[in-house]
């Protein structure tokens, strides 16, 4: 009879241990110890785990005599009797269920800091919902109370402006009925206009009578100068002085304008010559500044290229980058393909190698049988020759008790045969029930073990998918990103160069705007100097004409009877503060 007990983890006895060691593999079902026991004792117990069968201990019948023996001397916990002689089992050790209290306390203290943290989260989003409010209270009535204020400011001005339209109305009609009243009281009567006309003619008669009286008294003033031969020398003497100090102011009056005009000239040779330094200077810092504007415009141009080239490597590196990104895509896809394959051959490998152990095992199991029992045959007939050959009388009665015994032997034999047949019939059946079992459970652990490999595989893909998508975005951004950098550079170059021109266009038209103003500048001195040319001929000729009518009106006033004082050439009212400041 054969008895199968599933455990974990188990350690070897250790006076018939074969070096075996601790079986324990992740991802696989727990081992199986498989107990094959008959009435004489155990055989041998067999391990089954992970697909595959290991003899582990062989107990004959003395062991097992002894280890019973043992077994009632000092009992096992572990170590379970059956209900046959020669039954011996061992319980499996059960998993400890500390870690599992433990990992509940873990969650369980993470779930109510989880707790604490959402309630936090709770209470401080109850707190900006109230500040919030709060704050939009306060706004609100902020704002109310402004609005009402400005809008009680804005009534009383109104009314303000009301009030001061009513008195400025007010007196606007008081001062019309004012004038209304000045009007009518200023109107003229007839006897008032009499006597304005009375007063107006006795006026007009005072005064005609005053400018005939001066009539009178300038003509007897002329005629005193002409009777008077003495004021008429006077006159004359007084006359040629006059004559001498005015022209001794004119002569004056010229030095002073040749000396102006040098002054002036010389003023515009000074600003001439400075205008000419100036210019030379700016031409200078023109040049300066255009060797500085070209130094800046290379520096700037390598600066571009060095840009262009580091945006190109930059270019060159994200497709390098994108192409290995597609090749470790490819690698990984066909590292895949070849775990499937090697996971398909290993399983394969793993069915056949389990299935040639057990039919290996059952053969073993057949041919030991076989030898024990000749082996007990040969023994047995060795010792019924000895005993032939010892005599013959006691020969026919120790053949006929060999007979018999032979008989209830080969009796006993195939009783026991039958025996061993149905117990390994038995055996078998459960050995193949185990076994079907254990498949089955390592069918359906590798089943889940395959679908956690799968969805792990999956996850792992997936994560590298979303990374390879992740690196292709940021490199289509990067290079979204030196396209926009590029367009922004060329655009700079462009208005750069823009601005390059347009500066130079100014520079130009400001070269010829100076110059044009400096031409205009020259033109407008010569003109100048034209004009001062003609009003320096004109008053010369003026001054000739002056002399000319100055010489004929001295004669004419000369021949008249005597000379009005009051009619003084203009040249000489010019000339006759020059000769006082002297």
Not at 318 to 346: A, G, N, P, T
Request: proline share 2%.
């Amino acid at each position: 009879m054969a008895k199968a007990l599933r455990f974990q983890s188990f350690f070897l006895f250790p006076w018939r241990a074969r070096a075996v060691p601790m079986v324990t593999r992740r991802h696989f079902p727990p081992p199986v110890l498989i107990a094959i026991a008959t009435e004489r004792g155990v055989k041998e117990i067999i391990l089954v785990a992970g697909g595959a069968a290991f003899r582990i201990l062989t107990f004959p019948r003395t062991e097992h005599k002894m280890l019973a023996r043992r077994k009632q001397q000092r009992p096992r916990c572990r170590e379970v009797l059956g209900n046959k002689p020669g039954l011996l089992a061992i319980r499996a050790v059960l998993p400890s269920s500390r870690p599992h209290e433990a990992e509940l306390l873990h969650e369980r203290k993470k779930e109510l800091e989880r707790n604490e943290y959402k309630a936090v989260v709770k209470q401080n989003k109850f707190k900006d919902a109230v500040s919030h409010w709060e704050l939009l209270t306060d706004h609100k009535v902020i704002h109310s109370t402004t609005q009402r204020k400005v809008q009680e400011a804005m009534q009383q001005y109104k009314m303000g402006t009301d009030e001061r339209r009513q008195r400025l109305r007010e007196l606007l009609e008081a001062e019309e009925k004012e004038h209304i009243k000045e009007m009518e009281s200023m109107k003229e009567t007839t006897l008032e206009r009499q006597a304005k006309m009375r007063d107006r003619a006795k006026y007009l008669r005072e005064k005609r009578e005053l400018e005939r009286l001066n009539l009178v008294d300038e003509k007897l003033d002329q005629r005193f100068r002409l009777q008077s031969e003495e004021l008429r020398k006077l006159l004359i003497q007084k006359n040629m002085n006059q004559v001498c100090t005015e022209r001794k102011a004119q002569l004056l009056f010229k030095e002073e304008i040749q000396r102006q005009q040098k002054e002036e000239n010389q003023l515009f040779d000074e600003l001439w010559e400075k205008d000419w330094l100036a210019k030379e200077k700016r031409e200078e810092e023109d040049i300066k500044r255009r060797k500085e504007l070209n130094k800046g415009m290379l520096d700037n141009l390598d600066l571009q290229r060095a840009a262009m080239e580091s945006q190109k490597a930059e270019e060159k590196r994200l497709k390098e980058e994108e192409c290995q990104l597609m090749d470790e895509e490819r690698r990984l896809l066909k590292m895949e393909e070849e775990r499937m394959v090697m996971e398909k051959l290993h399983k394969q490998q793993k069915t056949r190698t389990m299935l040639d152990n057990c039919v290996r095992l059952k053969m073993k199991r057949l041919t030991k049988a076989q030898q024990e029992e000749l082996a007990l045959d040969m023994k047995i007939l060795d010792q019924l020759l000895r005993e032939i050959n010892e005599g013959k009388q006691e020969k026919r009665q120790r053949k006929l008790e060999l007979n018999k015994e032979q008989q209830l032997y080969r009796e006993y034999l195939a009783k026991q045969l039958e025996e061993e047949k149905r117990q390994e019939q038995e055996m078998e059946r459960l050995i193949d029930e185990e076994v079907k079992k254990v498949w089955a459970k390592q069918a359906e652990q590798r089943r889940r073990e395959r679908e956690a490999r799968k969805r792990l595989m999956k996850e792992v893909m997936d994560a590298r998918w979303l990374q390879l998508k992740d690196k292709l975005q940021r490199n289509t951004e990067e290079q979204e990103d030196l396209m926009r950098d590029k367009e922004l550079l060329d655009k700079a170059i462009e208005e750069y160069k823009q601005s390059t021109i347009e500066t130079a266009a100014r520079q130009l038209k400001r070269a010829k705007d100076y110059q044009e103003d400096l031409l205009s500048q020259m033109a407008y001195q010569q003109q100048l100097r034209d004009f001062e040319k003609a009003d320096e001929w004109r008053e010369y000729s003026e001054e000739l004409i002056a002399e000319k009518a100055y010489q004929e009106k001295l004669k004419e006033i000369l021949s008249r009877p005597y000379a009005n004082q009051n009619n003084i050439h203009p040249l000489r009212q010019l000339c006759v503060p020059i000769l006082k400041d002297e």
